[in-house]
């Protein structure tokens, strides 16, 4: 089998994504403030190598050349984050200009290199200042975000088309707020459910607004989404996968979808289950253009716990590489739902790559992008209207709480001198999407 550029439909966008917390650094510069991941990142213990996002990439300073990096692997499409506070260091109220002129510049560089820029409103760097009101746990907080939505898309929206509001609300409320593993670090169910109700009121608030704001562009929400399956076909194996697919997945697709929270898991949730409001159904479940989709791995439920199938191989994150995951997941919710246009919005995966000879020969990488890439093309294959595909990530960045330890990059970054050399898997991309028929 190999997998061509010409097994897409001729407008399939290929692209590479990144995200602002993640690559930008300058994190005290030109007006910024303070974001949940500054905060948590000083907190000790928080981050596995004890770093924090205050350089990460120096993209804030390389952006230039970071977009000819981008612009010479060929691909369509750069998918990208705006980071809040520096849109409004406090969260509310004053702009501050700098912030606005540099994604401003940002995306002018983007579209002179002929890149389509796809932004995402928040991917996780909330203001710390809202936080400190309570965070996403505070409903206002949906309407603070509607606000500045409103700002970016007044100074941007001549030249991006394409928006998505949130970034994975389950790693914004549940990996966040109960969990615990990301900012701002809380162990507290209700609170977790009322974060995840607030980011899809503040979703719906902030499409209603872009509407009028630009008119005629596509706006859609990003969910990280991970197919269950039983471990085996006993009752209670059955039972944990449609849990697991309960909380993970149908939690946020039917209040997107559906206008309501999915009935088994409500009852499940008790006494936590979030205040609706009326009106707030009619808010999150407004038509959008396209659903981003983030797909690593799948799940494999025991009702004593996940499983780890021994046959498959993994990740350095620990996750199940299992390609026909994202087929499954693809076709399952074109079939359970109305879904619009879907990108694969992240797919990609960490492995401990080695800098030899100025080479990074990222194999396992390869292999992970030509499987998951014809996954998606057999999704396509089936039926399922998928627009576009963006490996994550386009280089090296900071992990969250794996902080630098972990890469994801098709670019290796050297972070002693910044340096970009391009993995084996960016080369091999770079043959995919100019089409130059890469072999499997
Ligand atoms: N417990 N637990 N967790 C299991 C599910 C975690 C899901 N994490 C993601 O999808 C994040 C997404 C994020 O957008 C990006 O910013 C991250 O760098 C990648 C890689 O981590 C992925």
Redesign the pocket.
Known sequence: MTIKRTDFPDNFIFGVAT?SY?IEGATNEDGRGDSIWDTFCREPGRIQDGTGGDVACDHYHLWPQDLDLIQSLGVDAYRFSVAWPRIQPDGKGPVNQKGLDFYERLVDGMLERGLQPYLTLY??DLPQTLQDEGGWVNRETAYRFAEYARVVAERLGGRVRSYATL??P??SSI?SYQ?G?HAPGLQDRRAALAAAHHLLLGHGEAVKVMRDIVPGSSLGI?L?L?PAYPASDREEDVAAARFADGTFNRWFLDPIFRGEYPADIWDAYGEDVPTVQDGDFAATSQPIDFLGV?Y?SRSVNGATGNVRPSESSYTH?G?EVYPQGLTDLLVRINHDYTVPPVYIT?N?A?YPDELEGGRVHDAQRVEYFKAHVQATSDAVQQGVNVAGYFA??LMD?F??AFGYS?R?GMVYVDYGNQQRILKDSAKWYQTLVTRQDAGV
Request: proline share 0%; hydrophobic share 40%; charged share 20%.
């Open positions: 995200s993640q991917h996780w970034n994975e389950w790693c990996l969990i593993e990003v990280n991970q983030n690593y994150m996750w992240e990609g960490a994550w990530s960045n992990e969250w972990r994801f």
